[in-house]
Each structure stands twice: as C-alpha cells, then as structure tokens.
C-alpha cells in the first residue's frame, strides 16, 4: 500500500465513497469493504510501479460482448 494509502486513509477514502454514493455501511460490512479497498490499493500499487511500453499496448481494436438472450426467444435482456 502506498504511503498515500495507509489504513486511516484508506477508513477516509471509504467512508467519503460511501457518502458520496449515499450507502451505508453496517458494522459487519465495514471491515470487509475496507479490506478490499486495500486489496485494490496493493494491485493498484503493482500497477503503478510497471513500466509499460507501446507494445505492452491492449489489443488494437474492441470487440463488445453480445448481450444475452432472454430465456423467451431471441430478444435481448435490457
């Protein structure tokens, strides 16, 4: 976790998610969320410290996923 990102931080950084999202944490959530959130700070830490080049690039063009069929017949679930 980057120094920016230490345990208090990360308590902020969630309870000001959450507020902005107007969710509400119980207890038993709490530390669940907050350990993820750290999870994703060390991923996004291991990001940060590779160095990429342009031919680390992602594919050249997007294709986009069908969306699935309904169980009734050909129409797409919305």
Same mark, same amino acid.
């Given at each position: 976790m980057? /120094?920016?990102m230490n345990p208090e931080a990360l308590e902020r950084y969630v309870d000001a998610a959450a507020l902005a999202l107007g969710l509400s944490?119980?207890?038993?959530?709490? /530390?669940?969320?907050?350990?993820?959130?750290?999870?994703?700070?060390?991923?996004?830490?291991v990001l940060d410290a590779t160095e990429l080049h342009p031919h680390d690039e992602s594919a050249l063009r997007f294709e986009p996923v069908s969306a699935p069929l309904s169980p009734h017949g050909d129409d797409h679930v919305a």
């Amino acid at each position: 976790m980057s /120094p920016e990102m230490n345990p208090e931080a990360l308590e902020r950084y969630v309870d000001a998610a959450a507020l902005a999202l107007g969710l509400s944490l119980t207890a038993e959530q709490r /530390p669940g969320v907050l350990a993820y959130f750290g999870m994703a700070a060390r991923f996004a830490a291991v990001l940060d410290a590779t160095e990429l080049h342009p031919h680390d690039e992602s594919a050249l063009r997007f294709e986009p996923v069908s969306a699935p069929l309904s169980p009734h017949g050909d129409d797409h679930v919305a």
